[in-house]
Nanobody, 126 residues
Framework: YVELKESGGGSVQAGGSLRLSCAGFGFTFDDFDMEWWRQAPGRECERIVRYRRGEYIKTGDSLKGRFTISQDNDKNTMYLHLNNLTPDDTAKYYC????????????????????WGQGTQVTVAS
């Protein structure tokens, strides 16, 4: 079976950092484009990054310069390193991949991933 599972969310003070994890099962990360998305309450779903083999294929504007991606191939896990967080970064964060397409349009991507039980909550206190 193919599965993605996020973890690492939590509460942090403004200016702080978090590392989110996306563990993959049933496939190899390097063979597919990977993405991180997020959705804050009352806001649209937004793509943070599309990434593959060290290349940032597409990057959203809201977190630009405040995140990096790393990967542990032995664990088949991708990490989203978030830095200098602000309360506006409070959202549910999701991992997605072309290996497991939701079929949803971008505006509905977060809802689709949430429906699969995915996501990890990040809360940034001021």
């Amino acid at each position: 079976y193919v599965e993605l599972k996020e973890s690492g969310g939590g509460s942090v003070q403004a200016g702080g950092s978090l590392r989110l994890s996306c563990a993959g099962f049933g496939f190899t990360f390097d063979d597919f484009d990977m993405e991180w998305w997020r959705q804050a309450p009352g806001r649209e779903c937004e793509r943070i990054v599309r990434y593959r083999r060290g290349e940032y294929i597409k990057t959203g504007d809201s977190l630009k310069g405040r995140f990096t991606i790393s990967q542990d191939n032995d664990k088949n896990t991708m990490y989203l390193h978030l830095n200098n967080l602000t309360p506006d970064d409070t959202a549910k964060y999701y991992c997605a991949s072309d290996v497991l397409p939701t079929g949803a349009d971008p505006a509905s991507q977060c809802d689709a991933l949430d429906g699969w039980g995915q996501g990890t909550q990040v809360t940034v206190a001021s």
